[in-house]
Structure formats: structure tokens, C-alpha cells
């Protein structure tokens, strides 16, 4: 059984910094790609970064320059690292890892519950 939990999330000012951190958790095989994806009220969930085992990375237009992924594979870990916070990042923000278990040699998408960043002005 594979968990994802992610942490960081809270309310703050435009302008400032937030660290998101997500822990994936289980009988993991290996990870490819992890990443960042957010969802605001009315709109569709969208892709906000992600990051393959091999370190390659993808932003959204609307963060580049502003949030950095970054993973640590070894312990099953990916960040997004969010400077220049404006309302307009206010979601609930989900990770995800594609995971090949240790049991299966499957590879699924999995996600994490959320956590919700509330930017004011």
C-alpha cells in the first residue's frame, strides 16, 4: 500500500514563500516521475511542476521563475519550493508519484490528500 502525504500548506500574504514537502511511503519499488499539481475553486486541477527520476523538470508558464521542485529519491521525497506568492496561486495543491511497487510489476499514479494554500492580498 502506497500513501502520499503532503505538508506545508497554510494561508499567507502575496509575496511570500511557502514550502510544500511530500512524502510517499509503502512498499515502493522504485519512482518515477513525482510532481505538483493544484486545483482552484471552479477550475480544473492543472499541472504545476514535476520532476523524473533523471531529474528533469517541467513548470507551468504561470510558476516558472517562481516555484522550484526538487526530490530526494532516496528517501521518497519531492518539494516545491513557492516564492512571489499571489492569489491567483490560491489551490489546494496534490502530489503525485508514478510508483512501481515491490509486489507488482505494474506502474500506477498515485496521489496525495492536499494541501491548501490561500494567498491574500
Known amino acids: 500500500q502506497v500513501q502520499l502525504v503532503e505538508s506545508g500548506g497554510g494561508l499567507l500574504q502575496a509575496g511570500g514563500s511557502l514550502r510544500l514537502s511530500c512524502l510517499a511511503s509503502?512498499?515502493?519499488?522504485?519512482?518515477?516521475?513525482m510532481g505538483w499539481y493544484r486545483q482552484a475553486p471552479g477550475k480544473q486541477r492543472e499541472l504545476v511542476a514535476t520532476?523524473?527520476?533523471?531529474?528533469?523538470?517541467e513548470y507551468a508558464d504561470s510558476v516558472k521563475g517562481r516555484f522550484t521542485i526538487s526530490r530526494n529519491s532516496a528517501k521518497n521525497t519531492v518539494n516545491l519550493q513557492m516564492t512571489n506568492l499571489a492569489p491567483e496561486d490560491t489551490a489546494v495543491y496534490y502530489c503525485?508519484?508514478?510508483?512501481?511497487?515491490?509486489?507488482?510489476?505494474?506502474?500506477?499514479?498515485?496521489w496525495g490528500q492536499g494541501t491548501q494554500v490561500t494567498v491574500s492580498s
Open positions: 503525485s508519484a508514478n510508483i512501481k511497487l515491490r509486489s507488482y510489476s505494474e506502474r500506477r499514479t498515485y
Open positions: 520532476i523524473t527520476s533523471g531529474g528533469s523538470i
Open positions: 509503502g512498499s515502493i519499488f522504485s519512482i518515477d516521475t
